[in-house]
């Protein structure tokens, strides 16, 4: 119910990393305006639509705002046989790439970026799912 999952795994832009303002290229924006996808060239605009793009819908708020797009690696809470975490906004491998994204209800935003145990849960169902482990820390 706080969940919002991808239905497939989906690297919109290669190599892109989080900045201010987004350019996309023809191809994909001829792809988004297909799937009937608003261009959104914020800062994590990319990522929103690799979401969208992805196979789902951003769950909305009451108050008809969209659920937060999580990335599920942020550079937080790395595994204990590791001392780094990937930070998915630094990588262009990752940025993108929906199976390491989440829409999360604010309550569930909140508890993934202040607990770690909540955090390792969602990544290992993005394992699951996509077998999506950017750290290679996960065994199926």
């Not at 497939?8 to 290229?25: A, E, M, N």
């Not at 789902?56 to 705002?65: C, I, M, N, P």
Request: aromatic share 12%; hydrophobic share 40%; glycine share 8%.
């Amino acid at each position: 119910m706080f969940v919002s999952w991808p239905k497939r795994k989906l690297l919109l832009l290669p190599g892109v990393t989080r900045i201010l303002q987004h350019q996309y290229p023809p191809d994909v924006k001829q792809q988004l305006r297909d799937a009937g996808i608003t261009l959104n060239g914020l800062s994590n605009g990319p990522a929103i639509c690799s979401f969208l793009l992805a196979g789902d819908v951003q769950a909305l708020r009451e108050t008809g705002k969209g659920w937060n797009i999580h990335h599920i690696y942020d550079g937080k809470f790395p595994h204990p046989k590791s001392t780094t975490a990937t930070h998915a906004i630094k990588e262009g491998q990752y940025f993108s790439e929906a199976a390491g994204l989440v829409a999360l209800h604010p309550v569930a935003d909140a508890v993934a970026d202040e607990f770690s145990e909540f955090a390792w849960w969602i990544r290992e169902e993005a394992y699951k799912r996509f077998e999506f482990d950017p750290d290679h820390v996960l065994v199926k």
